[in-house]
């Protein structure tokens, strides 16, 4: 069928989904390939219930006993245990980068607190069962109506109560890209009643008489009387349409078939890109929006967008149809593929090749056990003393006890004779063999895989066996991690949602005892003192997130065997190493209190030893004595030097000092006076000065200013004054002769004074 567009005019389907278009899509559900009943059957083998009634009956119209070797079952398990024993958790990370790290981090302990309580794990385990098996299961993932129960809600679905768009989505597992979805139930009307209250009449005659409750004269007469207009409406509709009413009546039990419809609606519409790479419908009415445009921030383009709506049909009958509840842009049911043909897009798994041989099985053993046990006589016609009838149900006893006809017996010709085709036996039995080898070629689930003892001989070989048969699964648990995925996200985005711009605390309690615990807040509203504008830190909102997978998985198994391998390591540290890694031993255990246990761990490694204690000891005695004769010089230091000889002192030392430098510029000035008055004596000094190992100071001295009074300088005469007897100023003698001969102090050579 075509891609349906309006029934009344070429332009494409836009807003409410209408009767016509909801009797195309049911149209377009009965021309998909058939495949549903061949998955009914091969889940019934898994089930190990693999004998229908027209095989029973031919098996014992030929006297074969029935017989089931069920390895379908066994191998099914097997790989729904290597589910469980390999699930990771969900791992929040940022999308913007490391900017939103906190947010991440408290979404990641949110959404697992989430995935336990809405029971994510045993939805997707319970999806994943079918879809390894007939190649889909289902997750419905949305908010819980009931206010008593947890928020959230994740439930398994079986795979007949939803009806998909299978036109060209083979590229497109998680159904990104389809059109619509249908999920059908059969509820009672009371049950539907209380969900619509609104259409409660229209329910309960629906209930009452099917697809002819418009005949009911009570339901005529109310429209005569002023019926209500939906009333009316569903009358006209319900006469017009030409589904068959054992679709949605079910006239014995007295239920409805309530379809829960989604579908998509393209349209352009003006988006706007961040910088850091989110996109969001333009709101012109946003002003942020528009300052982000404005200023040249982000920019908006037109984009062809995907608007998913839903609704809710009983019969012919809308009531209700409206946007999607959900603030995602995805149908809440996740898909869990394994395989899916290429020109039709029907699922399957490993049931499909497995079921010839499990047939095989189960009649090569009733064969074999029929054939154990039954015989093939040849006889002459009244060779035995019975009727037929009761010869063969005689010989067919393991003590049976055949008389024969004495008389007939003796004639010419007459036989009677028993065998037993051991050798046909013999084949069958290896054919059985065959077939229990040919189930392991065709699903590749080796009994070693199962835990049995299988074809290996020794551990190396069955090891690779399970490593061949992990490799050999890693399309199915390839395609089941990216849907438990889109299941964690889905399940993000309705916290998030709920959540919004509100202030959250979010206290991350440390599951393992090691790490501490942390407490983040999420949307704290917070001033920018730079521009002195109001924003809201770690907001929730603006944070670009991912949902993933861990790389490890978290389940007590794999702790158990990181804690042996991590003790094999350990044993070998020195003590005081192996004392550091044993909290993070015990946080590897599965023990009660672990938090409690690893603080006392920590609280008995920080005591001392008796060793360490012994000389601890020794240490502070040592310390009190070095303190002890500190104290005793201080005290005999504070007796010779007491406060107030100190100060004295101290102003003794400066007095001295002041005087030596008085004295010592005093010299200064004589000598420069003298030097002044006689040069001649500085060349003497200067001799006399370097004998005596006179050496320039480094570094050499400050000029100390000495200010100079305003006097003139006196001005010596060039001979003495008449009348000048001062021995300072003697008149200058006559000649060389007199000067040197008849000075005052002129020494004789006889020391004796002229």
Known sequence: MNDRTNTHDDEPTTGAMDLAEYTDILGEIEEQAPWRMNADKEMDYVDGNQLDSELLQRQQAVGIPPAIEDLMGPAIRALTGYEESTRTDWRVSPDGGPDGQDVADAMNYQLKQAEKQSHADTACGAAFRPQAAVGVGWVEVGKESDPFLYPYRCTSVHRNEIHWDMQGNLNDPLLDKSRWLRRSRWLRPERIEAAFPKHKQLIRLCGRHGSQWWGDQTALAAMDGGGSTGLQNAWNNTRGWTIEESRWYDPTRKELCLVEMWYRRWEQSAVLTAPDGRVVEFDEDNQAHLYAVTTGVSKVTMATIARVRMGYWLGPHCLHDGPSPYPHRYFPYVPFFAFREDRTAVPYGYARSMIYQQDSINSGTAKLRWGMGVVRTERTKGAVAMSDAQFRQMIARPDADIVLNQEHMAMPGATFKVHRDFQLNDQQFKLIQDSRQAIERVSVITSGFQGKSGTATSGVQEQTQVDQTNQSLGTLMGNFRMARARVGEILMALIVADWGSKQQTVTIQSPDGVTPDRVI???????????????????????????????????????????????????????????????????????????????????????????????????????????AGHEL????????????????????????????????????????????????????????????????????????????????????PDMAAPGDTSPQTPADPMSAAQGVNQGINTMREDSQIA
């Open 521 to 627: 807040e999420l949307n704290k509203p917070e001033m920018d003192p730079a521009t002195g504008m109001q924003y809201l830190s770690n907001d929730l909102l603006r944070t670009m997130l991912k949902v993933g997978l861990d790389e490890v998985p978290s389940n007590s198994t794999y702790r158990g065997q990181q804690l042996a391998a991590m003790s094999e390591s350990v044993k070998s540290l020195p003590p005081q190493y192996q004392a550091a890694v044993l909290p993070f031993m015990v946080s590897l255990m599965d023990v009660p209190y672990k938090k409690e246990v690893v603080d006392a761990i920590r609280a008995a490694s920080s005591q001392e030893s008796p060793e360490a204690v012994e000389k601890r000891i020794k240490d502070e005695v040592q310390q009190a004595l070095v303190q």
């Open 633 to 716: 010089k201080a005290r005999e230091l504070d007796m010779k030097y007491s406060p107030e000889k100190l100060r004295a002192e101290i102003a003794k030392i400066v007095s001295e000092t002041v005087e030596s430098g008085v004295r010592s510029s005093f010299s200064a000035m004589q000598a420069a006076q003298t030097v002044a008055q006689l040069p001649m004596v500085a060349p003497i000094a200067d001799v006399l000065l370097q004998n005596a190992g006179w050496q320039a100071p480094t570094p050499s001295g400050m000029d100390p200013e000495i200010p100079q009074p305003e006097v003139a300088m006196p001005v010596q």
